[in-house]
């Protein structure tokens, strides 16, 4: 089985997404923790990024 790029992936982790986004780990963590419901997802302790619904998010905001 071959290991997927951060591109290939639906959803990312923490560390994944911020450094894929070019953002920090806490203001990350910050971001998914806060819209949950939009493009975070609580994966039992873990907090992982839907990667296409943050770029969606990204791209409606003006400013983080």
């Given amino acids: 089985m071959r290991k997927l790029s951060m ?3 639906y959803a990312l982790s ?3 997404a911020a450094q ?3 953002l920090g780990v806490k203001k990350m963590r910050r971001l998914t923790e806060d ?3 939009t493009f975070g997802v609580r994966n039992g302790a873990r907090l ?3 990667r ?3 770029e969606e998010f990204m791209s409606n ?3 983080l």
């Fill in 7 to 9: 591109e290939e992936k």
């Fill in 14 to 16: 923490i560390n994944e």
């Fill in 20 to 22: 894929y986004f070019g």
């Fill in 35 to 37: 819209n949950i419901d």
């Fill in 48 to 50: 992982l990024v839907i």
């Fill in 52 to 54: 296409a619904k943050f």
């Fill in 61 to 63: 905001t003006e400013s």
